[in-house]
């Protein structure tokens, strides 16, 4: 398990966090870290540079999965993009709606990542998708538990507070996914990033509920 903070300030300019993102795939690649947690994402015109950042790593590096949360707005990621994780498909311009339209002319030439998955989040009863939780028949591949997950963070974040404290979004499901991946690879290290998506996608428990909501 490698943490590896890219972001270094949230205060810093684009540039700087563009550079942050190819020097921590690069590192991790080259410590073979098959697969890289990503809770994070967003849409919008500001974060193209990243975006294609984004784009470029993870199709210089196939051997690795990259694990993306879907995003917490609520939204159907088929026509309002979230990024990186709608990298899970091909993107199509003309279906842009919302704030994403504004990356519209930048990622039209933008296909498929096929060695990314994005998560959805299941509510805490695991009977249905999370409110906040995006969605998408082509653009969200799985979900996963993400509603109240008890999570470890900084204790100077929250004083006289445990270094545990749960929380709610995509960002939770994402690892659960992770987890799920690294486990494979661990029982058969020879698969590929590819097969080990595709195991994972035809392996879920199918919920009727989810159909029109993600991909499996």
């Not at 398990?1 to 300019?13: E, G, I, P, Q």
């Not at 993107?91 to 994403?100: A, Q």
């Not at 987890?179 to 199918?206: F, M």
Request: glycine share 6%; with cysteine; net charge negative.
């Amino acid at each position: 398990l490698v943490s590896c903070k890219w972001n270094r300030d949230t205060n810093a300019d684009k540039p700087a966090v563009v550079a942050g993102w190819g020097t921590a795939v690069r590192y991790l690649a080259a410590n073979r870290v098959p697969v890289v947690n990503m809770s994070f994402g967003g849409a919008g015109k500001n974060d193209y540079l990243l975006l294609r950042q984004l784009y470029a790593e993870m199709r210089r590096h196939p051997e690795i999965l990259f694990v993306a949360s879907a995003g917490n707005d609520g939204h159907d990621t088929d026509r309002i993009l979230h990024f990186p994780s709608s990298l899970a498909a091909d993107c199509r311009p003309l279906d842009f709606e919302g704030k994403s339209g504004e990356l519209a002319p930048y990622v039209n030439e933008l296909t498929a990542i096929p060695n990314l998955i994005s998560v959805a989040a299941l509510d805490e009863t695991g009977a249905s998708l999370a409110d906040f939780s995006n969605f998408g028949t082509r653009t969200v591949n799985v979900a996963a538990p993400g509603d109240n997950i008890a999570s470890s963070i900084p204790a100077s974040f929250y004083q006289n507070e445990s270094d545990y404290k749960k929380h709610s979004g995509t960002s939770m499901s994402a690892p659960f996914v992770s987890n799920v991946a690294a486990k494979l690879w661990l029982v058969c290290p020879r698969l590929s990033a590819v097969e080990v998506k595709r195991i994972i996608e035809a392996t879920v428990d199918p919920k009727p509920w989810l159909n029109g909501q993600e991909g499996t």
